[in-house]
Nanobody, 116 residues
Framework: VQLQASGGGLVQAGGSLRLSCETS????????LGWYRQAPGKQRELVAS???????NYVDSVKGRFTISRNNAKTTIYLQMNSLKPEDTAVYYC???????????WGQGTQVTVSS
């Protein structure tokens, strides 16, 4: 399984970005997919995930601002990020697990920088 992330960039606080992650295989309901991020000097943090096709989870710091979704063709994972804050600055990584207890497959990471 290969994942290709894109959509990062530099944005001012309050702005928006949409990250995309294209997968090399069709996403099914048993897959687990989502986004982590890692800021300089910090541990990697789970930002958002989709379980069982429709159940979404978010870290408290992004609730109400970020939305995770996938396209109808079930080959792309998105992370819509609104009302961005400087503390959202990080490298964002998409991931896919073929089933909940499976191994992680990772995208290459995309840098998001939010200026104040």
């Amino acid at each position: 399984v290969q994942l290709q992330a894109s959509g990062g960039g530099l944005v001012q606080a309050g702005g928006s970005l949409r990250l995309s992650c294209e997968t090399s295989r069709r996403i099914t309901a048993v897959n687990v997919l989502g986004w982590y991020r890692q800021a300089p000097g910090k541990q990697r943090e789970l930002v958002a995930s989709i379980l069982r096709g429709t159940v979404t989870n978010y870290v408290d710091s992004v609730k109400g601002r970020f939305t995770i979704s996938r396209n109808n063709a079930k080959t792309t994972i998105y992370l819509q990020m609104n009302s961005l804050k400087p503390e959202d600055t990080a490298v964002y990584y998409c991931y896919l697990k073929l089933h909940p207890r499976g191994d992680y497959y990772w995208g290459q990471g995309t840098q998001v920088t939010v200026s104040s």
